[in-house]
């Protein structure tokens, strides 16, 4: 396998996420985690998808300033290219409301200490070895969290004939990453890795230098303007029996 480089998002490499596996989505858009109601295909003409992209890079990086961006790209390194392979998306329950009501149907699942969820494992298809740079990519987000004191993470693939199809992942990708089945059934398991939760007093010093105050009212937290600040991180009203899984 190429040597590998990880490095969390940031504006400059929002745009190097490369495509998914499903036909149409597009990652810089997607609010399917986001939002009950949201989708992963990209905009049409008319569906301000600049507009969209911005809101995406915004919750994506929203917290970075207290807790870390909530995304992490794989590089694929050699002797004359630096090309972005695989994405992994995660954040706080909080961040995610179709994780939250997905696990909200298994009771069984601890509530202390809350997971941070990975909602996204995507992994180019013209690698050779795709699933262990999505193991890699794995093991570099678990142990960026565990830097930061999160003591759980949980992961909700699907049982699929193309496991690379939904946004989460392989189940088996998570296995080789010793995440553990710890609910649901063989078509919508639940996977959770337990952290030291040790914090690495290196990686937040870092994170303050890149989280150093600027004039600005809206530290620590900087929000995206307009009228979708509210949508950063609010729950959703609920539709009657919603499908958390979605219809595709």
Known sequence: MAELQFAL?????????PAPAQPG?????????????GGREAPTEGGHPTARANLKRNRLLAARA???AYAMLA??????????????????????????????????LPESPAPWIVTCLQVAADGADRAGVGVALLEAVCGELDGRGITAVEAYP???????????GPASVYEEA??????????FPVYRRELTGE?????????????????SDEWPLPLPKGPSEE??????????????FGDD
Do not use: H, M
């Open 9 to 17: 998002l940031d504006e400059e490499s929002f745009e190097d996420i």
């Open 25 to 37: 989505a597009r990652c810089q858009t997607c609010d399917y985690w986001e939002r009950l109601d």
């Open 66 to 68: 207290v807790s870390g």
């Open 75 to 108: 590089y694929r390194i050699d002797t004359v290219a630096r090309v972005a392979v695989g994405y992994a998306q995660f954040g706080p329950l909080s961040a995610y409301p179709r994780a939250q009501s997905i696990r909200d149907r298994y009771p069984q």
């Open 158 to 168: 699907e049982g699929v004939d193309d496991p690379w199809l939904p946004s989460p």
């Open 178 to 187: 010793a995440f553990e089945r710890v609910g649901g059934e063989e078509r």
């Open 199 to 215: 914090t690495d007093a290196d990686a937040w010093s870092g994170l303050l230098r890149v989280a150093e105050r600027e004039e």
């Open 231 to 244: 949508d950063v991180f609010r729950l959703p009203d609920k539709p009657k029996r919603p499908n958390p």
